[in-house]
């Protein structure tokens, strides 16, 4: 009987298959495909970078005694990648058993900049040295939280590499992109914390693009484009997310090119979110795009039903909060859209049981469910929040953040700070701070009161029923 590639790694195959664990095998060796076999050379082609590295790092050892078992002690492995879904595939090969990644970058620096003190930070606080910066970080965004599925694990597991070591992997830029809502800036996030948690002196930098090109404009105005890039080329983990804005922005382009080429020469690691994979951003120079090419790009899919359920209880269980199993399956069920939405729902249901002192059931689920029009597109923010209080009350934005005991602006700043706890991700802290520094008990106490009030004040109830409306209408 002839060898061929097929034949040599379904054998393979079957000791690997008994040896890693299911899920494992699923994820890693299932979406290996055998292209060639040539006498004692075997070429395997695997859907990405990512793949490659990760086999390499996790099983090289287990492909070398299956393969030399089939081939002989002088069997090899060749790898073909898979790049942007099929059409140009790179070949890389591993020497069993240990071998290095085998790519290097190719990268030129169209117009090399000279860096000149001093550098003048963006983000308002002048004169910084550079471990001052602030990550502009939200610490509720963490891996822990981030519930892994088949939706995400790619993306999941090439953030936790990168977390680990930034700039030193081949995944630069790392972009991640899919439909709004599915976790990109969570996991975005999520690296930036890492980062900062096991390498704290590391300099991290979460911008929007839209601030990006805002912050841009406001220097171009000023004619202080390269204090902004230098700014910019201090950073060690630099996380843009949304890039599809700057689509419709030319200029903030070529700032954003000649910064990205300054980091990922300098080893510093580039995270980027989009809401579209990178080939379809109309409007994005080919530079740009070509350049995202380097790293690797994966996408973030919508969850499937046990993925959905898995990442209730986990939010439930980090608010602390209880709830029927069939009610977490029926939201989980019906709800199938986007995570955002997924926390909308869960968000409304809490509110409703709260609000009409009734226990989470069935019942109130579906009545719930049913007005859950759709849900959540937008994050609402505390700004937002207190804006939306301060006109539902006619008092003055300021007053909120002043010390000012007059029982009317007293009662919009706590619900202020409820309608925050319960709407945004911020922590305690967090949210005491948007309130002229207050500290996270004075927060506690204040969500506290409201709920009090709500049972005595029928008034001060519907009041808070109404604004709870509002928020959720703008989030939607
Ligand atoms: P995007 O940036 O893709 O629009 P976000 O990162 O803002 O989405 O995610 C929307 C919400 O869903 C966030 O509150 C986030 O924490 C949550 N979320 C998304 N994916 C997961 C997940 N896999 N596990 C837990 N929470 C998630
Ligand atoms: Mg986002």
């Keep these: 009987m002839t060898r061929t590639a097929e034949s040599v790694w379904s054998n393979c195959l079957k000791i690997i298959k008994d040896i890693v664990e299911w899920q494992h095998y699923k994820t890693w060796f299932e979406p290996i495909q055998p292209v060639e076999l040539n006498n004692n050379i075997l070429l395997i082609q695997v859907p990405s970078q990512f793949f490659f590295e990760y086999l390499e790092e996790h099983y090289i050892s287990l492909l070398a005694k299956t393969l030399k078992r089939e081939l002989g002690k002088n069997a090899r492995l060749e790898y073909r990648i898979m790049v942007d879904s099929g059409n140009s595939g790179r070949k890389g090969s591993m020497d069993l058993p240990a071998s290095e990644a085998r790519y290097t970058h190719y990268n030129e620096m169209d117009f090399p900049l000279v860096i000149n003190n001093p550098v003048k930070n963006p983000f308002v606080i002048p004169g910084l040295k550079k471990i001052q910066i602030d990550p502009q970080l939200n610490s509720s965004y963490t891996f822990d939280l981030f519930v892994e599925g088949d939706c995400n694990r790619v993306a999941r597991r ?19 992109y899919g439909g709004t809502g599915l976790g990109k800036t969570h996991i975005a996030q999520a690296i930036g914390n890492e980062v900062k948690r096991t390498q704290p002196h590391k300099v991290v930098l979460y911008v929007s693009s839209e601030k990006f090109i805002n912050q841009f404009q406001d220097h171009s105005r000023n004619n202080a484009i390269n204090d902004f890039i230098h700014f910019y080329q201090l950073i060690d983990v630099l996380i843009i997310d949304d890039v599809q804005f700057f689509a419709r922005a030319e200029k903030s382009q070529d700032a954003f090119f000649a910064i990205f080429n300054h980091l990922h020469q300098s080893g510093k690691q580039l995270i980027l979110t989009s809401d579209k994979p990178p080939k379809d951003l109309d409007g994005m120079q080919e530079r740009l795009l070509s350049r995202f090419r380097w790293g690797l790009s994966t996408d973030l899919q919508v969850p499937d039903y046990e993925t959905r359920i898995v990442i209730l209880e986990r939010k439930m269980k980090n608010d602390g909060l209880e709830m029927p199993p069939e ?125 009090n009030l709500m049972d005595t004040d029928t008034l001060f109830k519907e009041n808070v029923l109404e604004l709870t409306q509002k928020v959720q209408l703008a989030a939607m």
Excluded: W
């Design 327 to 451: 009610v977490v399956k029926y939201v989980a069920y019906n709800i199938s859209t986007n995570v955002r939405e997924l926390e909308g729902a869960l968000i409304s249901l809490l509110a409703q049981s709260s609000l009409n002192k009734r226990e989470i059931d069935l019942e109130l689920a579906k009545k719930v469910l049913r007005n859950f029009v759709r849900t959540s597109s937008k994050e609402i923010t505390i700004d937002t929040i207190q804006k939306m209080v301060c006109d539902f009350f006619d008092v003055p934005y300021e007053k909120l953040l002043h010390k000012t005991r007059k029982r009317e602006i007293v009662q919009a700043r706590q619900i202020s700070m409820f309608l925050a706890k319960g709407f945004t991700k911020n922590s305690l802290k967090t949210i005491g701070e948007h309130f002229g520094g207050r500290d996270h008990t004075t927060v506690i106490h204040s969500c506290q009161t409201v709920k």
């Design 158 to 176: 090439a953030g936790k590499t990168v977390a680990e070591k930034p700039g030193a992997n081949s995944f630069n830029p790392l972009v991640i």
